[in-house]
C-alpha cells in the first residue's frame, strides 16, 4: 500500500512545526515498477549510470553482482535501449538493501545526477560541452524533446514563466521527482553554470505526475 504523502495533501504539523513531507518512497516505487510496461524503455547510459552510483557508494563487487541480478548475462550498450523496469529493480534493490524505505527522494536525486554525468561524458555530451555555457531557457526548452529521445513513455512539457524561471511538467513519469531534480540540477549546474532553485509539486498517487518549478 502506498504510504507517501502527496504534497498536495495537507497533514497536521506536531507542536507548531509543519510537517516533512517526502517527495517520494519506496512504496510508490514498488507501484511504478508494477505499472511499468516492456514497452517502456530507457536508454542504456541510465543503466550505465546507475550502476555507477552503486559501485561508487557499496563497491563495484555489488554493482556487479546487483547487475547479474535483474539483468543476468545480458551485456549494457549505452545507446541501446532497455526494459525501464529493469532500472527501476536495481534502484529498488538498492533502496531495500541500504534500508531506505519512507523519504528515497534524496537518493533518487544521486541516481539522477549520476545519469547527467554519464551522458555529458559520452562523446555527444563532451561535444556539448565544448561549445561553453548554453542559456538556461534554451536548455529547458529542448528537454521535452530530449526526454522523448532517451525514453519511450510520459509527457514532458517547458513552460516558460519569466527571464529566468519556468515549469517543467511530468505526466506519467516513471522515475520519479527526485530522480528528476537531479537530472535538472546536474544539467543546469554542469552545462549552464547556474544553481537552480527547484520547487516540486506531485499530483498523483504514484508521483508519476509532478510540475517542477524552476528559478535561477
Excluded at 543503466?47 to 541480478?69: N, P
Excluded at 526494459?83 to 536495481?90: A, G, R, Y
Excluded at 554519464?118 to 561553453?132: E, H, Q, R
Aim: some cysteine; hydrophobic content about 40%.
Amino acid at each position: 500500500m502506498h504510504t507517501c504523502t502527496p504534497l498536495t495533501t495537507s497533514a497536521p504539523a506536531q507542536r507548531g512545526r509543519a510537517p516533512i513531507i517526502p517527495l517520494d518512497c519506496l512504496d510508490a516505487l514498488n507501484a511504478r515498477v508494477n505499472i511499468a510496461k516492456p514497452t517502456d524503455v530507457v536508454l542504456g547510459m541510465f543503466l550505465e549510470s546507475a550502476l555507477t552510483c552503486i559501485a561508487g557508494t557499496e563497491g563495484h563487487g555489488v554493482a556487479e553482482a546487483r547487475r547479474r541480478q535483474v539483468l543476468g548475462n545480458q551485456k549494457i550498450v549505452g545507446f541501446f535501449k532497455y526494459p525501464t523496469k529493469d532500472l527501476l529493480k536495481l534502484v529498488q534493490l538498492t533502496l531495500i538493501a541500504n534500508g531506505h524505505t519512507q523519504s528515497i527522494e534524496g537518493e533518487l536525486e544521486r541516481f539522477g545526477r549520476a545519469a547527467v554525468r554519464v551522458f555529458l561524458d559520452s562523446p555527444v555530451g563532451k561535444t556539448m560541452l565544448m561549445l561553453g555555457s548554453i542559456d538556461v531557457q534554451r536548455l529547458l526548452g529542448a528537454a521535452p524533446a530530449a526526454y522523448k529521445a532517451v525514453s519511450s513513455y510520459g509527457e514532458q512539457r517547458y513552460t516558460r514563466t519569466g527571464e529566468r524561471s519556468g515549469v517543467m511538467t511530468f505526466r506519467g513519469d516513471l522515475l520519479g521527482p527526485g530522480w528528476q531534480l537531479g537530472i535538472l540540477k546536474q544539467g543546469l549546474e554542469q552545462v549552464c553554470k547556474v544553481t537552480p532553485r527547484i520547487d516540486v509539486k506531485v499530483l498523483s498517487l504514484f508521483n508519476s505526475d509532478f510540475d517542477l518549478t524552476i528559478r535561477w
